[in-house]
């Protein structure tokens, strides 16, 4: 394996999940006798210019030719969508004579956004079936993949992109080096590209490993990014902090031409990483034994819970949480089920541990004792919308950065380890 940043040979390892299968592979009933692929969880980072990824065992096309995740499910991702477009908006000065392409434009829940305000646009979505439903929300969808020469030939057909929008999208290419040459090929000479991407530091700070599956083939620092979108005449000029996904950024990229110099607040977040210790392959090292201490305390916590006689189950099916259930080896009899506003997942299984999947309304009829929180970077969007297990005297289980057992009632929540 040589590094798909700068091609160097000598990558070393940050943390080893074992093999699981990739984790959107939702089993149907049928397929519940048949056996599962799995592959390599092994996340290393170069000792050159510290990229830290994941071998390309998977492609994107078995991932993203037919996709189990939705935007539009997530209430607070998709409020998260409208604030970025009204402050772009501002921003940037887009009007209807604009025009904003998004890569990886999932169901439209960010666009949908921009077709609001009059605002020519374009998504370019690799899932058939989550560009359908974009496309069925009266979002303009392309149903490819992002590379140079898709990108040259959606510039020449539209003409070049005033804003390009890739949210959580550059982190899942592993041919990092076209899919940049695509950015630069879509957008303007003087336009600008979003980025929002899972930060490196919260991931080894906050011990989210879960985060790690193999349709994320890496995984960045500010300074990592700064290399990479380098490879495509491109460079970050500005860099915002965000709470998604338990700690993201979002780079605010230009043409080299016309770039300028960094902003303060980027200046700001690269000290921050090399204080960390970051840049260096120091800052790397020690995250394998930090997840083996959160993976012996959630287990010690299932294990008493099975001993008690208590009843656990799951709220969400989201990738990260197939990541979490395979390394800790979490199958039925410490997880009953789990559910999911995705109807897509109702009535499968998830990859690996095959945990049933079924509707958020099971857990009313149930009223188990404890409710595991697998999408816990939405912690505060689920501890309103859960705060009714209380009337039984359920409680709520999030995972990360540590185990915290909260008990919930009607008016008021507070943590009880």
Partial sequence: MNCRLCGHSDLVSMVDLGATPPCERF?????LAEPEQTYPLHLRVCSACLLAQLPALITPEDTFTEYAYFSSFSTSWVAHAERFVAETVRRLGLGTDSYVVEAASNDGYLLSHVVRRGI?????????????????????TLTEFLGED???????EHGPADLVVANNVYAHVPDLLDFTAGLRALVADDGWISIEVQHLLSLVRHRQFDTIYHEHFQYYTVRSAQQALATGGLAVVDVETLPTHGGSIRLWVRPVAVAGPPSPRMSAVL????????HALAGHTGFGAAVAALRRQLLGFLLDAAREGRTVVGY????KGNT??????IRTDLLRYTVDRNPYKHGRFTPGMRIPVLPPEQIAVDRPDYVLVLPWNLRAELTEALRYIGEWGGRLVFPIPELDVVAANPRRMRSVR
């Fill in 271 to 278: 000290a921050a990483e090399a204080e960390a210790g970051m």
């Fill in 120 to 140: 020519r646009c374009l998504g370019i979505e690799p899932s058939a079936n989550v560009g359908a439903a974009a496309r069925e929300n009266g979002v303009p």
């Fill in 324 to 329: 979490l259930l395979n390394h800790c080896g």
């Fill in 27 to 31: 089993l149907t009933r049928e397929r």
């Fill in 150 to 156: 898709v990108g040259r030939r959606l510039r020449a």
């Fill in 316 to 319: 969400g099916a989201p990738g």
